[in-house]
């Protein structure tokens, strides 16, 4: 087949999905929404089939406003409906960030370790792609921040907060300070077109589970124009399969990002699904605390752990909905030796390094007998 020379070779974007008892690879939400949940969702989809001969509302105001009263409630933050941006997953719409302002001789920029589909937003926008580099507790040092943008000169900076696949978050202070350099920037915007500051998009994919004061960068979007804030339905809202992502920007951004849409792209269907599942948004975030407190407990579990050798586990600060921890001399074995126990984790981050998404109490518990025996810890 005649594949662009980029792609020769490259195999395409998966973690495992494999029939175990013990499923902790892909951060999902271990609860499935409640019996009323599911009444709401089943009765919004029946009354959105008897329309299904019809295209969809290409501009889904009714979910964008949804949205926006979501977010007024879960951060304070009032926004309108025209601020709000949604798509089949957070994948969907960061692409469409890329497909808007990245492109032929622009540039991209992120601080690695970070999610590992962002260099494959740039790849299939034909994006130039730099990574700088997190500190080795996974923070990222403003200072190094500014001088990547400054030589780089992005047209784009994604920045991850709670950061996957560490789990950590960014302080408001070093958003900032992001946002601040990527205004100096000037983006040439074609014949006769004034140069342009890159967009900053911080990825809020695990926002919900954030932490006590730690801070969502939609309490900055009045302050900069030039930054947007990307959440999805996948985690907090246990929506996974539903495949809904969405993102808070300015009018002029959210707009830039209709120009690039395919048409009709979010289907009848899935915007009835978005809608019901936001009406039950109390029910459906009740089980985040309980994810919280699990997470902080085995956090707090893995570093009572010790290697062989007497180290201490290594466990990375997470904001999110799952914990990465190592160093292993052998990850991959470590891993395998899980599985063969029935529990599933991911082989991913830094080398030495796995990650655990956060189940129930149960499946937890599974986990810690399986590592021990596995890694002798």
Not at 102 to 122: I, K
Not at 149 to 162: F, G
Not at 318 to 335: C, I, K, M, P, Q
Request: proline share 7%.
């Amino acid at each position: 087949m005649p594949l662009r020379p980029e792609l020769a070779g490259t195999e395409p974007y998966g973690a495992p999905q494999l029939d175990v008892p013990v499923l902790l690879n892909v951060n999902e939400n271990p609860y499935a929404p409640g019996t009323a949940v599911v009444a709401t969702i089943a009765d919004a989809v029946r009354a959105a089939a008897s329309g299904l001969n019809r295209y969809p509302d290409r501009d889904f105001l009714g979910l964008r406003s949804d949205l926006a009263a979501y977010l007024g409630t879960e951060s304070g933050v009032r926004l309108d409906a025209a601020q709000l941006w949604a798509a089949n997953g957070s994948n969907e719409v960061m692409l469409h960030v890329l497909q808007a302002f990245g492109g032929p001789g622009r540039t991209a920029v992120s601080f690695a370790p970070t999610y590992s589909m962002y260099p494959e937003y740039a790849r299939d926008t034909h994006t130039r792609w730099v990574v700088g580099r997190r500190a080795e507790d996974f923070t990222l040092d403003p200072d190094h921040a500014r001088e990547v943008i400054a030589r780089e000169q992005p047209s784009v900076v994604l920045l991850a907060s709670p950061n996957n696949p560490t789990g950590t978050a960014l302080p408001a202070a070093t958003v900032a300070a992001v946002c601040e350099a990527a205004l100096e920037v000037a983006v040439p915007t074609g014949p006769g077109g004034e140069p342009a500051p890159a967009v900053v998009v911080v990825d809020e994919a695990y926002g919900e589970f954030r932490r006590a004061g730690t801070p969502s960068a939609l309490g900055m979007l009045a302050r900069y124009p030039n930054l947007a804030v990307a959440r999805t339905m996948s985690k907090a809202f246990a929506l996974a399969g539903a495949r809904v992502g969405y993102l808070a920007a300015s009018r002029a951004f959210v707009d830039a990002l209709r120009v690039v849409r395919l048409p009709y792209h979010l289907s009848a269907v899935t915007q009835a699904v978005a809608r019901a599942a936001l009406s039950h948004a109390d029910e459906l975030l009740a089980q985040v605390e309980e994810l919280r407190a699990e997470r902080d407990a085995t956090v707090a579990w893995l570093r009572s752990l010790r290697h062989a050798d007497g180290r201490p586990l290594e466990v990375a600060e997470s904001d999110a909905n799952f914990v990465l921890f190592g160093e292993f001399t052998d990850r991959h074995a470590v891993w395998a030796g899980l599985l063969e126990r029935g529990v599933l984790i991911r082989e991913t981050g830094p080398d030495g390094w796995l990650r655990v998404s956060i189940g129930t109490r149960d499946e937890m518990r599974a986990f810690r007998d399986a590592l021990v025996e596995v890694a002798g810890l």
